[in-house]
């Protein structure tokens, strides 16, 4: 989908601007807009009551968060954060339904983006039920790579996003990287066999 496929939404509109660390909303509150990133990188994440924190996805410039509790209505069920700085346009229903009236062509484009969060979610689910290479294999699978085709991402990183430690993920990267799949360097991963991960991604643990 093209980075630039939004930009309708931030015709005529002042950003929001976010410092690193800096909480743009959270779980379970409610959802009166949503937001279009038009510059910098934010992380979606899940908060259990003890504490943990499960990352579910970074979106960057040219995505939207916030969008599916803003449609169904309900609280959200995930907060996020900025991770660099950000500049973020906000989206009510009236600025909405002006935008879809000038390029009503974006209406369909967004059930297709809600699909695509739908999926990811379901994607979370239904990797509770998979060993750790497959659900690693799986994340490194989600992730948009650079201009360089680099995954950027740190050992921490996707631990908090697939529920293993940083030593797990250091050892299954390790297997990956002597089959060939992938090649690491510092902070990024640069995927060499996507067929192969996709295999392992797809097998059942029944």
Known sequence: MSNDIWAPLAEGQSPLFFSPGQLIYLQDTRAEQFYYIQ?????????????????????????????????????????????????????????????????????????????????????????????????????????????????LCTHEEIGASVGVSRVTVSRVLGQFARCGWIQTGYRTVHLLDRAALERLGALSTL
């Open 39 to 151: 510059s910098g990188t934010v992380k979606c994440f899940l908060s259990a009551e003890s504490g943990e924190e499960r990352i579910l996805t970074r979106h960057h410039a040219g995505e939207l968060i916030g969008e599916a509790a803003f449609f169904d209505k309900q609280p959200r069920v995930s907060s996020a954060m900025a991770v660099t700085a950000c500049a973020l346009i906000p989206v009510d229903r009236p600025r909405l339904q002006a935008v879809f009236a000038l390029h009503p062509d974006l209406a369909i484009r967004m059930l297709e983006y809600l699909s695509r969060t739908v999926r990811l979610l379901s994607a979370h689910l239904d990797g509770t039920f998979l060993q750790a290479d497959q659900r690693i294999a799986r994340h490194l699978l989600s992730l948009r790579p650079d201009e360089h085709g680099d995954l």
